[in-house]
């Protein structure tokens, strides 16, 4: 049997990024040889702990380039990923921070599903561009996924269990060097632990399991 490397995939839903290297990279688990396991975080908390900035706030140059750096790697990956025009006053105004927290309660309640519920935030918010902060968002997230009891879900949002792994993914992140959002930390054969930052890191990640990277996917979601 062939060993699988584990891959810790740190991510936030608010984050355009996330959503590419989450498609990406859990597409090449029937090629690749490796065990990805989801670890939502607050990436605000992240931001503040690391001393980074938004990058529309830190050089107003970066927001439109973020725009159409997103938009060019989505046609790049055939993720029908649609950057929001509303993208910056959003995270000024909104926080992810609970439809994060949704996934970690699927996980502890019904992990089978937990994929499947963050596949449907991001597409949700990056391909339908709905909502994803209220409680009727996520009731209906559930449901369309077949989570079981979607309300005791919701209700366990605000449960110390759930905060706690949320909180305990952040911490894990900030304590490995993260400092923004999708941090991939890929654990080698020799227990050494590899870093990286973004979406465009996966010939790297590839290349050190022994993998060719193939390129782009190949059918559209």
Excluded at 95 to 116: F, G, T, W
Aim: with cysteine.
């Amino acid at each position: 049997m062939v060993k699988k490397f584990a891959v810790d995939l740190y991510f936030d839903l608010i984050s355009p990024y996330s959503f590419i290297l989450f498609e990406s990279l859990l597409a090449r688990r029937s090629t690749w040889p490796m065990e990805v396991t989801l670890k939502p975080v607050a990436l605000g908390h992240i931001m503040k702990a690391s001393g980074n900035k938004p990058p529309a706030f830190a050089v107003p140059a970066k927001g439109p380039y973020m725009g159409r750096d997103v938009t060019r790697l989505a046609r790049y990956y055939n993720i029908p990923l649609k950057f929001r025009e509303d993208f910056l006053t959003i995270i000024q105004t909104k926080s992810s921070i609970n439809a994060d927290r949704l996934i970690c309660a699927v996980q502890l309640a019904q992990p089978e599903k937990a994929e499947a519920v963050a596949r449907a935030l991001f597409r949700r918010f990056w391909v339908d561009r709905a909502d994803i902060f209220e409680e009727k968002d996520f009731l209906e997230v559930l449901s369309a996924c077949g989570v079981s009891d979607p309300s005791a879900i919701v209700s366990s949002i605000s449960s110390e269990a759930v905060k706690g792994k949320m909180r305990e993914n952040t911490d894990e992140a900030v304590e490995s060097g993260c400092f923004g959002a999708p941090w991939t930390v890929l654990t080698l054969e020799n227990g050494r632990k590899e870093k990286f930052f973004g979406s465009d890191r996966l010939h790297i990640i590839g290349h050190m399991m022994g993998q060719k990277f193939d390129g782009p996917l190949v059918a559209s979601l």
